[in-house]
């Protein structure tokens, strides 16, 4: 895998997932642009991996704001001259049940997800043409038997599937891959979960075939890094699980 020459645009890149594709990508030559909510989140990544001898850039972007997300592709193609790589991770998250989760909390949950998404790749598509790949954030919880309080936050990211979906069928003569992910990482959150609930984290680690929580570079961003590479280039429209087995997508 080389990306050499290669940029890539990561949202909600100052932790977890954003965070450890952003540090696998830079591992094989890619010019990484960070994008999150928090800039001085997104700077320490970024001076860690230009310390080991990567690319980085630090741009603070609200997803929710279209004049934000603008400026992030500006200011990349600005410093880089080119756009490659699209990973909208960028996410907020409605959990709870129906009759709990607030308008705003689901609307913010839509703005940052499904609308966000769709702005960027929008935005990015004239950059994208000719060789460009979108990786997209899915999610598991639509697929749980035990749906309970994970309703608004399937819906959000079920959106995004469905748009990424139909970029990838749209987009296919323009020779533009776009594919969706379904992650089980050790973020920071899931850390401090399972840190704080052991017993239910036990549980919860024998629902994983392989029997561990992936970490945020050494699975979830290796595997993006090959889905990414050149002998992936016939792969499109399609959601990977990387969870170790836990969910059945049906």
């Known amino acids: 895998m080389d990306f050499s020459n290669k940029t ?7 932790q977890g997932v954003g965070e450890g594709i952003a540090k696998a990508l830079s ?12 800039l001085s989140k997104v700077q320490l990544v970024a001076d860690e991996i230009n310390k080991n001898g990567g690319s980085a850039i630090a741009i603070q972007c609200d997803v929710k704001d279209s004049k934000s997300i603008n400026n ?16 909208n991770n960028a996410q907020e998250v409605p959990l709870g049940n129906i009759l709990d989760v607030s ?9 940052s997800g499904p609308l966000a998404t769709f702005r960027f790749m929008k935005e990015c598509y004239p950059h994208l043409k000719g060789d460009g790949k979108i990786i997209n954030l899915a999610s598991s919880s639509a697929l749980r038997p035990d749906s309970a309080s994970y309703g608004a936050y399937a819906a959000v990211k079920e959106s995004i599937r469905s748009l990424s979906r139909a970029a990838a069928v749209e987009w296919g003569s323009d020779n533009i891959l776009v594919n969706c992910i379904m992650p089980l990482a050790k973020s920071s959150g899931m850390e401090w979960w399972m840190n704080e609930n052991p017993d239910e984290a036990n549980e919860f680690l024998k629902t994983i075939p392989v029997g561990k929580v992936g970490d945020c570079k050494d699975d979830i961003g290796e595997a993006v890094c090959h889905l990414l590479s050149d002998g992936m280039n016939y792969i499109t429209g399609s959601t990977i699980m990387i969870d170790g087995g836990q969910a059945y997508l049906r």
């Open 72 to 87: 992030s592709i500006e200011s990349t193609l600005t410093h880089y001259k080119s756009l490659n790589i699209l990973i």
């Open 103 to 111: 308008d705003e909390s689901f609307v913010n949950g839509w703005n």
């Open 27 to 38: 591992s094989y030559g890619a010019n990484v642009s960070l994008v999150g909510r928090t």
């Open 8 to 14: 890539a645009l990561i949202t909600g890149a100052g």
